[in-house]
């Protein structure tokens, strides 16, 4: 199993970016994908995450509104649309993948994550 995560880089406050992470090796569209990122001295956090079917999506409360997750099960591709940027955005971000433990609207609180990317670094300059 392969992910490849992409689109980090440099952007103004403000700004918007767009990641993406390409799966291989899984039934991607069997798979919850999470996003979570890790910024210097702190813990890992989620950042948000979406069903197998695109159905339905978790957001940690620092990025509501401002953040979108989003799937293509076809191209076996999450993405995660980030706007309004913050410097407190500035991180490595990570894609994961895991199967819920049951298909059904309680996925989200039962997840453990099997495969992780290699990150890719998002720096927000004030």
């Known amino acids: 199993v392969q992910l490849q995560a992409s689109g980090g880089g440099l952007v103004q406050a403000g700004g918007s970016l767009r990641l993406s992470c390409a799966a291989s090796g899984l039934t991607f569209s069997v798979y919850v994908m999470g996003w979570f990122r890790q910024a210097p001295g702190k813990e890992r956090e989620e950042v948000a995450s979406?069903?197998?079917?695109?159905?339905?999506?978790y957001y940690a409360d620092s990025v509501k509104g401002r953040f979108t997750v989003s799937r293509d099960n076809a191209q076996n591709t999450v993405y995660l649309q980030m706007t309004s940027l913050k410097a407190e955005d500035t991180a490595v971000y990570y894609c994961a993948a895991g199967l819920p433990l049951r298909f059904d609207s309680s996925w989200h609180g039962k997840m453990k994550y099997d495969y992780w990317g290699q990150g890719t670094q998002v720096t927000v300059s004030s």
């Open positions: 979406i069903g197998w079917n695109g159905a339905s999506s």
